[in-house]
């Protein structure tokens, strides 16, 4: 018998295991886990401050649903839907030297890939080395459960990516090479709503604004 739960009377037993119940169901991820081939830590969501989790917002933009807009300086993320709507997500992003802005479109969309080192990283790094020929997906794999490959407008391709991470206590910072970092949980609920050929529009970063 559990100690402490006997001594209540029924009724603030039945309430104490709603409250208790209502409570975990929060905390679960909104990824299926029976639907992934790893586990993804309940405690990943916990990392980000609540207020910044994902959820739905108001949001005013003249681009149409379905278009994913990035605002670097606030660090979100936003999958827009009808209504002036948007579902927002909390991100990682470049550092100051790695900022960027535009247009660019996904033109793959991966499940837990598999991630090749740069030269530079391995230059910088001998510890990269052992992965030259590309670490296979995981949760120590840097790009996470998703990866969202871009091009810009341009049709060139600067190995930039919305992806995943095994850190999730850098979301919300500017640490990345340029890429989006999300949560695993939500790198896969935004998979799950787009499509190859959503447009991604990089808002310009205006400090102070």
Not at 51 to 75: A, L, N
Not at 146 to 174: C, F, Q, S, W
């Amino acid at each position: 018998m559990t100690a402490g739960l006997d001594i209540l009377p029924p009724m603030m037993l039945s309430r104490r295991s709603f409250l208790l119940s209502s409570l975990a169901a929060l905390a679960v991820p909104r990824v299926a886990a029976a639907a992934e081939p790893f586990h993804i830590p309940v405690y990943e969501e916990h990392k980000v401050e609540f207020k910044y989790r994902q959820q739905e917002v108001k949001f005013k933009t003249t681009e149409p649903p379905g278009t994913i807009v990035v605002d670097m300086r606030k660090r979100f993320l936003y999958f827009v839907k009808p209504g002036g709507k948007a579902i927002r997500y909390v991100i990682g992003v470049g550092s100051s030297a790695t900022r960027w802005s535009g247009n660019a479109t996904i033109t793959r969309m991966a499940k837990w890939p598999k991630w090749t080192p740069t030269e530079e990283m391995m230059a910088k790094h001998t510890t990269y080395d052992q992965w030259k020929d590309g670490m296979p997906g995981g949760l120590d794999n840097p790009m996470g459960a998703r990866a969202l490959y871009l091009i810009n407008e341009g049709g060139i391709d600067n190995k930039y990516r919305v992806h995943g991470t095994p850190a999730p206590y850098t979301i919300g910072k500017a640490t990345t090479s340029g890429c989006f970092r999300m949560l695993n949980s939500a790198v896969i609920d935004l998979a799950n709503r787009v499509k190859v050929g959503t447009r991604v529009v990089v808002l310009p970063y205006k400090k102070g604004l």
